[in-house]
């Protein structure tokens, strides 16, 4: 294990709201912060000791960047993974290149989850309408077309009832290289967010259960009420493959849940602090944001139990408005991105409330 | 009520670890934050989006400073008057100038509190040794001799035992405008933090309990076990001087507890958020830090209730060494400031513990 001195710079690549909390979260424990982001406007150099404006594949930007920092770590998972192993010549990345590989491919990642014997959709992987047909024939209508790589938010990827549907959603598309997933009749979208420390210690949260509008997460409740039972097998799970992977740091995995067998399924991996794990700002000994911190520079990991009840709500565009009303609830904690446009769908901030526990 | 934008920019007097810790309680509610400090190497920059390095005197900077920000305020009370007056020249300044002149001066700060029928210790302004010795004769012995201006943390006073002290005390002393205190015998130091907007609302937190050692702050124990006559007290005078003054922001009251009329005496006003209040960021719905930020930009402020124990411990020198020790604690809340050089008697971090109400 290699423990960083308070007074390190951790390096980020991405500059956006994750970052932004990364920061926070890593000056309280009294570390810099430097942002790497081509973004010359963004919410997380606010608040970083260092930016570098440059694009992800810029060798020379990227060489100055390792110099400069301790560690590396990134706030999304659509970096370059020659950008990570550049880096990871000069300084230790975490998370490792390796998850990054797997999670940017969904057509990996789920033959990944498969050879754990975590069960995910049926998919196949498709390159053509032909194939995309006969795989569906398997599968069976409705199901999803995805872009097996670069998928954010619901973008890349559209639900096709029928065979009709198919060609028109195969162009739509912005690559050849697709997966077909069967369509999950789920009660709930539930994630967990875990941390692994370079050590090999795992601590998760409770998982949460996450409601999406318009494909943009909405809200989060803490605890999710499922069972004891659903409850140990997600974590079992999450912890696996954190495991597996040598993971270090947080990593947050999506799952649905339904009442039938099996009763749990992956939806996708994010090597990364998650949306859906915001409420541990507040609701918990230590956040997520934190965690990741101890985790990438080798110290203790903190506590994530929590007893009460919370729920987090994204702002997203126009919810931004409401942001003084919300303060003027008094016990509501906002987060506000700091981001000066509004645009509709942009995440502008959230709002986290905490409630104490029905017993 | 001027109500500031998220998105606006808090220019901040000061760049110690109070600066630091209102900057990433702007940055959560969307602010920037821009550091006035002479200091080249400072714990708030590394978290602020702007930085001006100059002398509070220096009118070109300061000048520039207030055309590039929204709000100003200040992290400590030694700010010259003249400076926030430039500045309120050309911006809004929160706290007002008014409290800065009253709690510069251990003279002034007491008659103000007397006007107020607040107890305080007996005291008496002196400019000479010759006044010290007739004055120390009515306050008697044993009492202390301070300057009238910037003292801090125990700096710039003596307790004087007996006549025969008071040459060597005062000669010791950087000026010859002095006060005379009387010596209280108090069981407690307790303290305040109150927070005011600007349409007059108050909101003070539960008083806690401060322990010193070599006259630094060295633990802060939330609530103080004073009866509830004796918190009332303590909470109504904080509020009545807080609008008495006209002040927007947070300011902290420390008070003497005896258990012999009168109960309460003001020891000292702290025109800013305070070390003692530093356990609101984790035990509070709104940190003393959060408030802080709402009150100067016109927002309206956040609850201040605390059903729970806190304790809060300073780490001077080289407890900060204990760093890991107290991650691995796991529910312990580290906070370290980003100071690279540990220093005997320098503040380098705190740690807040949060326990459940005993009952």
Chains 1, 2 share one sequence.
Request: glycine share 6%.
């Amino acid at each position: 294990m290699r423990t960083l001195e308070p007074g390190s710079t951790i390096g980020v690549l991405g500059g956006g709201q994750l970052g932004r909390m990364i920061a926070l979260a890593a000056a309280q424990l009294g570390f810099k912060t430097h942002i790497f982001c081509p973004e010359l406007d963004n919410p997380a150099q606010q608040v970083a000791d260092q930016v570098t404006h440059a694009e992800y594949d810029d060798i020379d930007a990227l060489s100055k960047f390792a110099n400069a920092v301790d560690v590396v770590t990134y706030e999304f998972e659509n970096i370059p993974v020659s950008t990570v192993e550049t880096l990871s010549s000069k300084k230790p990345v975490f998370p490792n290149s390796r998850i990054l590989k797997v999670s940017q491919d969904r057509l990996q990642e789920k033959m990944f989850l498969n050879d754990l014997a975590i069960d995910t959709a049926p998919f196949k992987g498709v390159s053509s309408v032909e194939e995309a047909l006969s795989a569906l024939e398997v599968i069976s209508y409705p199901a999803v077309i995805k872009t097996r790589r670069f998928g954010y938010d619901g973008k890349g990827q559209a639900i096709v009832k029928r065979a009709e549907d198919v060609l028109a959603a195969w162009n739509n598309l912005t690559s050849d290289q697709n997966i077909i997933e069967g369509f999950i009749d789920f009660d709930m979208e539930i994630s967990v967010i875990g941390v692994r420390s370079q050590d090999g210690v795992v601590k998760c949260y409770c998982p949460v259960e996450n409601k999406h509008k318009n494909h943009i997460l909405d809200i989060s409740i803490a605890p999710a009420a499922i069972d004891e039972e659903i409850k140990k097998t997600a974590i079992d799970q999450a912890t696996k493959i954190l495991n597996t992977i040598d993971y270090v740091g947080v990593m947050t995995v999506e799952f649905f849940v339904s009442s039938h067998a099996p009763k749990l399924r992956v939806n996708e991996i994010a090597p990364r602090v998650h949306n859906s794990g915001h409420w541990t700002i507040e609701a918990c000994p230590s956040s997520q944001f934190e965690q990741h911190v101890r985790a990438i520079c080798g110290l203790p990991l903190g506590e994530t139990d929590f007893k009460g009840q919370a729920q987090m709500t994204n702002l997203i565009g126009d919810d931004i408005l409401q942001y003084e009303k919300l303060l003027a609830e008094g016990r509501a904690n906002v987060h506000h991105y700091g981001k000066k446009e509004i645009r509709a769908g942009r995440k502008m901030g959230h709002v986290t409330r905490l409630y104490d526990h029905k017993d």
